[in-house]
Nanobody, 126 residues
Framework: QVQLVESGGGSVQAGGSLRLSCAAS????????MGWFRQAPGKEREGVAH????????YYADSVKGRFTISRDNAKKTLYLQMNSLKLEDTAMYYC???????????????????WGQGTQVTVSS
């Protein structure tokens, strides 16, 4: 079992940067592939990025490719999301999640994740 706590959200102007962190508790963080998701008001939660257990394989939503970078530090049991060139449409609550080790579907499928953090708000203004 793993508990996840996000931090690093805030308000930023368009074009700015933020780095989100997701701290994990428990001893099994390095056994989980991890993902970042976001949910804007009135919209469904969507996948933003995903990283495998060792960090060698990453995936991104088309909307954030080239601007966001997912990474992890297994020694620190922490997941990161570096967000650059932020746009108004990046405004959302951001969540980190741990993927079930037995899941074999698409990385952006919410059903594949069985542990979620409480979220951190990112607001981008003009």
């Amino acid at each position: 079992q793993v508990q996840l706590v996000e931090s690093g959200g805030g308000s930023v102007q368009a074009g700015g940067s933020l780095r989100l962190s997701c701290a994990a508790s428990g001893n099994s963080f390095n056994s989980y592939s991890m993902g970042w998701f976001r949910q804007a008001p009135g919209k469904e939660r969507e996948g933003v990025a995903h990283i495998n257990t060792k960090g060698g394989r990453v995936y991104y939503a088309d909307s954030v490719k080239g601007r966001f970078t997912i990474s992890r530090d297994n020694a620190k049991k922490t997941l990161y999301l570096q967000m650059n060139s932020l746009k108004l449409e990046d405004t959302a609550m951001y969540y980190c999640a741990a993927m079930s080790p037995w899941y074999g579907g698409y990385w952006y499928d919410l059903a594949g994740y069985n542990y979620w953090g409480q979220g951190t708000q990112v607001t981008v203004s003009s």
